[in-house]
């Protein structure tokens, strides 16, 4: 079965500070990925997209990810945070189907 | 456009009570899905609609749990009963794939603000 992997469930950083969420994928024929952010008491919303192309994608608010297929990673970053920035980050992953399935999610602190 | 709708926002009931929720997905968005998202978990698939036709509620728990979407537009999601473990928030979202993703970004999908369900 299609999955993925966020490998903190908590990321504390400092404002101005770089920033990188790690999302790791289940091999598949087709790979389409996503960010999703979700700011407190509301629903989540696209921040970047994997279809195809080039491996480096850039998203809204300046964050940008880069699909790795031999690392099979879909890694967020950013070089610098902001207070603002503060949510919690969802990867997502879709084989090609309809069917897309989330990670368990990544908290991001961005600290004054 | 306008978004995805969703309600009530808030719900709290007693356990073995029913309750519903209501979606209604961005227009001409043909699949709609309903997440559910405890806390501290990430969104899980509970059942999704291509129109009016199921595609996937293998992670349904269709002893409890039902959902509708007649005509195709909006979508009705039930408990009855409800559990203490159905304390969630319930998304509701849509995209406008209608199968095979052969159309770049069919797949992405819109969100509601999600309806809170707390179960005493």
């Known amino acids: 079965a299609q999955s993925v992997t966020q490998l903190d469930s908590q990321v504390p950083v400092f404002e101005e500070a770089p920033v990188e969420l790690r999302c790791n994928y289940s091999?598949?024929?087709?790979?389409?990925l996503f960010w999703y952010v979700q700011y407190p008491n509301q629903g989540l919303q696209l921040l970047l997209k994997y279809l195809s192309g080039s491996t480096l994608v850039k998203g809204i608010n300046g964050f940008e990810a880069e699909f790795n297929k031999s690392q099979t990673s879909f890694h967020l970053r950013k070089p610098s945070v902001h207070i603002s920035d503060t949510a919690e980050y969802f990867c997502?992953?879709?084989?090609?189907?309809?069917?897309?399935?989330f990670g368990t999610g990544t908290k991001l602190q961005v600290i004054p | 456009e306008a978004g995805v709708a969703q309600s009530p926002r808030y719900k709290i009931i007693e356990k073995r009570q029913s309750v519903a929720f209501w979606c209604n997905p961005i227009s001409g968005h043909a699949t709609l899905y309903w997440y559910q998202q405890i806390l501290g978990q990430g969104p899980k698939l509970l059942i999704q609609f291509q129109n009016n036709g199921v595609v996937d509620d293998s992670q349904l728990p269709k002893d409890r749990f039902s959902a509708e979407r007649l005509k195709g537009v909006d979508s009705t999601l039930k408990i009855q009963p409800a559990k203490l473990e159905d304390s969630a928030v319930y998304l509701c979202?849509?995209?406008?794939?209608?199968?095979?993703?052969?159309?770049?970004?069919?797949?992405?999908?819109?969100f509601g603000a999600g309806s809170r369900l707390t179960v005493l």
């Open positions: 979202a849509s995209s406008t794939s209608t199968g095979w993703v052969k159309t770049a970004g069919a797949n992405v999908l819109t």
């Open positions: 997502a992953y879709s084989g090609g189907y309809q069917k897309v399935t």
């Open positions: 091999s598949s024929v087709s790979v389409y």
